[in-house]
Protein backbone atom coordinates (compact mmCIF):
# COMPACT_ATOMS: atom_id res chain seq x y z
CA UNK A 1 0.00 0.00 0.00
CA UNK A 2 2.84 2.61 1.07
CA UNK A 3 4.21 1.87 -2.77
CA UNK A 4 1.62 2.18 -4.41
CA UNK A 5 0.97 5.51 -2.83
CA UNK A 6 4.34 6.80 -3.31
CA UNK A 7 4.03 5.96 -7.00
CA UNK A 8 0.81 8.00 -6.89
CA UNK A 9 2.38 10.95 -4.90
CA UNK A 10 5.38 10.97 -7.61
CA UNK A 11 3.10 10.58 -11.02
CA UNK A 12 1.18 13.35 -9.12
CA UNK A 13 4.86 15.34 -9.32
CA UNK A 14 5.96 14.79 -12.58
CA UNK A 15 2.18 15.48 -13.81
CA UNK A 16 2.03 19.18 -11.86
CA UNK A 17 5.37 19.61 -13.30
CA UNK A 18 4.35 19.03 -16.97
CA UNK A 19 1.83 21.10 -16.77
CA UNK A 20 3.63 23.83 -15.46
CA UNK A 21 6.67 23.38 -17.76
CA UNK A 22 4.10 23.17 -20.93
CA UNK A 23 2.30 26.40 -19.65
CA UNK A 24 -1.05 24.68 -19.86
CA UNK A 25 -1.44 24.91 -15.56
CA UNK A 26 -1.29 28.77 -15.71
CA UNK A 27 -4.09 29.07 -18.15
CA UNK A 28 -5.95 26.71 -16.52
CA UNK A 29 -5.63 28.93 -13.04
CA UNK A 30 -6.26 31.99 -15.47
CA UNK A 31 -9.14 30.30 -17.02
CA UNK A 32 -11.79 31.37 -14.40
CA UNK A 33 -10.80 34.99 -14.40
CA UNK A 34 -11.41 35.02 -18.21
CA UNK A 35 -14.37 33.90 -17.67
CA UNK A 36 -15.72 36.45 -15.15
CA UNK A 37 -13.95 39.11 -17.92
CA UNK A 38 -16.06 38.41 -20.64
CA UNK A 39 -19.74 38.18 -18.45
CA UNK A 40 -18.55 41.69 -17.01
CA UNK A 41 -18.29 42.29 -21.17
CA UNK A 42 -21.22 40.71 -22.05
CA UNK A 43 -23.59 42.05 -19.22
CA UNK A 44 -22.75 45.56 -19.57
CA UNK A 45 -22.53 45.55 -23.19
CA UNK A 46 -18.65 46.31 -23.31
CA UNK A 47 -15.42 45.36 -24.33
CA UNK A 48 -12.55 45.12 -21.88
CA UNK A 49 -11.43 41.94 -22.29
CA UNK A 50 -7.90 40.51 -24.19
CA UNK A 51 -4.81 40.91 -24.31
CA UNK A 52 -3.23 43.80 -26.48
CA UNK A 53 0.72 43.50 -26.42
CA UNK A 54 2.70 46.91 -26.17
CA UNK A 55 3.98 46.36 -30.10
CA UNK A 56 0.82 46.65 -31.17
CA UNK A 57 -0.26 50.17 -30.04
CA UNK A 58 0.29 53.69 -31.55
CA UNK A 59 2.46 54.89 -28.69
CA UNK A 60 5.12 57.61 -29.12
CA UNK A 61 7.58 58.96 -26.78
CA UNK A 62 9.92 58.79 -23.95
CA UNK A 63 7.58 56.20 -22.26
CA UNK A 64 6.84 53.87 -24.83
CA UNK A 65 9.80 51.20 -24.44
CA UNK A 66 8.87 51.46 -20.62
CA UNK A 67 5.02 50.10 -20.75
CA UNK A 68 3.83 46.39 -20.68
CA UNK A 69 1.02 44.65 -22.27
CA UNK A 70 -2.73 45.33 -21.42
CA UNK A 71 -4.41 42.90 -19.92
CA UNK A 72 -7.61 43.67 -17.89
CA UNK A 73 -8.21 43.35 -13.98
CA UNK A 74 -10.00 40.42 -12.50
CA UNK A 75 -13.43 41.67 -11.42
CA UNK A 76 -13.80 39.69 -8.38
CA UNK A 77 -10.09 40.27 -7.47
CA UNK A 78 -10.31 44.14 -7.63
CA UNK A 79 -13.85 44.47 -6.33
CA UNK A 80 -12.86 42.29 -3.19
CA UNK A 81 -9.72 44.77 -2.69
CA UNK A 82 -11.58 47.74 -3.01
CA UNK A 83 -14.70 46.82 -0.25
CA UNK A 84 -11.80 45.72 2.08
CA UNK A 85 -10.52 49.30 1.79
CA UNK A 86 -13.19 50.60 4.21
CA UNK A 87 -13.65 54.27 3.33
CA UNK A 88 -15.77 56.53 2.26
CA UNK A 89 -15.86 56.43 -1.45
CA UNK A 90 -17.60 59.88 -2.41
CA UNK A 91 -14.46 61.71 -0.83
CA UNK A 92 -12.07 59.58 -3.38
CA UNK A 93 -11.00 60.13 -6.62
CA UNK A 94 -9.83 56.67 -7.77
CA UNK A 95 -7.00 56.87 -11.08
CA UNK A 96 -6.19 54.08 -12.92
CA UNK A 97 -2.71 54.35 -14.49
CA UNK A 98 -2.67 52.59 -17.35
CA UNK A 99 -6.47 51.97 -17.63
CA UNK A 100 -6.43 50.49 -21.81
CA UNK A 101 -9.59 49.80 -22.32
CA UNK A 102 -11.12 50.64 -19.46
CA UNK A 103 -12.05 47.51 -17.42
CA UNK A 104 -10.86 48.94 -13.96
CA UNK A 105 -12.68 52.40 -14.36
CA UNK A 106 -15.63 50.86 -15.12
CA UNK A 107 -15.48 48.58 -12.11
CA UNK A 108 -14.20 51.55 -10.09
CA UNK A 109 -17.70 53.21 -11.13
CA UNK A 110 -19.59 50.70 -8.99
CA UNK A 111 -18.99 52.21 -6.18
CA UNK A 112 -19.85 55.66 -5.35
CA UNK A 113 -16.39 57.73 -6.07
CA UNK A 114 -16.36 61.32 -6.52
CA UNK A 115 -14.78 60.60 -9.31
CA UNK A 116 -13.02 57.73 -11.80
CA UNK A 117 -10.23 58.68 -14.07
CA UNK A 118 -8.78 56.35 -16.37
CA UNK A 119 -4.72 57.32 -17.60
CA UNK A 120 -3.80 55.74 -20.79
CA UNK A 121 -0.78 56.81 -23.23
CA UNK A 122 -2.61 54.83 -26.35
CA UNK A 123 -5.08 56.72 -28.36
CA UNK A 124 -6.40 53.07 -29.39
CA UNK A 125 -6.73 52.08 -26.22
CA UNK A 126 -8.20 55.35 -25.12
CA UNK A 127 -10.99 55.50 -27.77
CA UNK A 128 -12.06 51.95 -26.71
CA UNK A 129 -12.33 53.27 -23.32
CA UNK A 130 -14.49 56.05 -24.03
CA UNK A 131 -16.68 54.18 -25.96
CA UNK A 132 -17.31 51.40 -22.99
CA UNK A 133 -17.68 54.52 -20.60
CA UNK A 134 -20.94 55.71 -23.42
CA UNK A 135 -22.31 52.22 -23.50
CA UNK A 136 -21.97 51.26 -19.31
CA UNK A 137 -25.10 51.72 -17.75
CA UNK A 138 -25.50 49.28 -15.65
CA UNK A 139 -27.55 49.29 -12.67
CA UNK A 140 -24.29 48.57 -10.52
CA UNK A 141 -22.87 51.95 -11.28
CA UNK A 142 -22.74 54.47 -8.63
CA UNK A 143 -20.56 57.10 -10.08
CA UNK A 144 -21.48 59.18 -12.70
CA UNK A 145 -18.65 61.08 -13.24
CA UNK A 146 -16.44 58.79 -15.48
CA UNK A 147 -13.63 59.63 -17.96
CA UNK A 148 -10.74 58.34 -19.79
CA UNK A 149 -7.61 60.51 -20.46
CA UNK A 150 -5.21 59.97 -22.88
CA UNK A 151 -1.73 61.11 -21.67
CA UNK A 152 1.65 59.94 -20.75
CA UNK A 153 1.41 58.48 -17.40
CA UNK A 154 4.40 60.18 -16.16
CA UNK A 155 3.03 63.98 -17.37
CA UNK A 156 -0.44 63.33 -15.38
CA UNK A 157 -1.01 65.93 -12.27
CA UNK A 158 -2.68 63.50 -9.61
CA UNK A 159 -5.66 64.97 -8.31
CA UNK A 160 -5.25 67.54 -5.37
CA UNK A 161 -8.68 65.24 -3.72
CA UNK A 162 -7.45 62.30 -1.16
CA UNK A 163 -7.33 59.54 -4.04
CA UNK A 164 -6.95 55.65 -4.75
CA UNK A 165 -4.36 54.64 -7.07
CA UNK A 166 -4.43 51.61 -9.38
CA UNK A 167 -1.72 50.22 -10.71
CA UNK A 168 -2.32 46.47 -12.40
CA UNK A 169 1.81 46.05 -13.46
CA UNK A 170 1.19 49.05 -16.11
CA UNK A 171 5.02 49.70 -16.64
CA UNK A 172 8.78 49.33 -16.40
CA UNK A 173 10.99 50.62 -13.77
CA UNK A 174 11.34 53.41 -15.47
CA UNK A 175 8.40 55.17 -15.54
CA UNK A 176 6.99 53.24 -12.22
CA UNK A 177 9.65 55.46 -10.87
CA UNK A 178 8.85 58.58 -12.43
CA UNK A 179 4.90 58.32 -11.37
CA UNK A 180 5.59 57.06 -7.77
CA UNK A 181 7.58 60.31 -7.70
CA UNK A 182 4.83 62.24 -8.74
CA UNK A 183 2.45 60.91 -6.74
CA UNK A 184 5.01 61.40 -3.39
CA UNK A 185 5.60 65.12 -4.28
CA UNK A 186 1.58 66.04 -4.74
CA UNK A 187 1.24 63.99 -1.06
CA UNK A 188 4.02 66.88 -0.02
CA UNK A 189 2.08 69.77 -1.82
CA UNK A 190 -0.81 68.58 -0.58
CA UNK A 191 -1.11 66.14 2.08
CA UNK A 192 -3.96 64.18 1.95
CA UNK A 193 -5.23 60.28 2.43
CA UNK A 194 -4.20 58.44 -0.25
CA UNK A 195 -4.29 54.50 -1.33
CA UNK A 196 -2.30 52.83 -3.58
CA UNK A 197 -3.42 49.08 -5.16
CA UNK A 198 -0.79 47.42 -6.93
CA UNK A 199 -2.02 43.92 -8.89
CA UNK A 200 0.79 41.78 -10.29
CA UNK A 201 3.07 44.13 -8.39
CA UNK A 202 6.84 42.75 -9.90
CA UNK A 203 8.56 46.10 -8.84
CA UNK A 204 6.81 46.28 -5.42
CA UNK A 205 9.82 47.18 -3.98
CA UNK A 206 10.05 50.23 -5.53
CA UNK A 207 6.97 51.64 -3.59
CA UNK A 208 6.71 51.75 0.13
CA UNK A 209 10.94 52.10 0.09
CA UNK A 210 10.75 55.61 1.84
CA UNK A 211 8.17 55.55 4.35
CA UNK A 212 5.73 57.87 2.34
CA UNK A 213 3.35 54.80 1.41
CA UNK A 214 3.18 52.31 3.62
CA UNK A 215 2.19 48.51 2.98
CA UNK A 216 -0.98 47.47 5.06
CA UNK A 217 -2.23 44.55 3.17
CA UNK A 218 -0.94 41.56 0.53
CA UNK A 219 -2.77 38.35 -0.73
CA UNK A 220 -3.29 36.68 -4.02
CA UNK A 221 -6.50 34.93 -5.78
CA UNK A 222 -5.43 32.44 -8.64
CA UNK A 223 -2.57 33.49 -9.91
CA UNK A 224 -2.74 37.16 -9.40
CA UNK A 225 -1.33 38.75 -6.04
CA UNK A 226 -1.47 42.31 -5.43
CA UNK A 227 -0.42 44.95 -2.49
CA UNK A 228 -2.27 47.70 -0.72
CA UNK A 229 -0.42 50.66 0.60
CA UNK A 230 -1.94 53.78 1.97
CA UNK A 231 0.04 57.26 2.81
CA UNK A 232 1.78 57.24 6.29
CA UNK A 233 0.37 58.96 9.42
CA UNK A 234 -2.73 56.80 9.96
CA UNK A 235 -1.52 53.69 7.75
CA UNK A 236 -0.60 50.67 9.89
CA UNK A 237 1.80 48.40 7.98
CA UNK A 238 1.54 44.66 7.37
Known amino acids: MQALKSQFRKAVKRTRSLLWSTGVYGKLR ?20 GRVDLGALDVKGRSAAHGNHYEAVDPKLFRKILRALKI ?11 SGMGRAILLAAEFPFRKVIGVEFSARLHAVAEGNIRRHAGRARKCADVESVCIDAVEYTAPEAPA ?15 VLANIR ?13 YVNPELDHLVGGDGVL ?3 DCGKTNAVSYTVYKSAGEAKAV
Open 88 to 98: KYDDFVFVDFG
Open 30 to 49: MYPIQVRGRRFDARNGVNTA
Open 185 to 197: ESLKQHPREVWLI
Open 164 to 178: VFFLYNPFKEAVLRS
Open 214 to 216: KKI
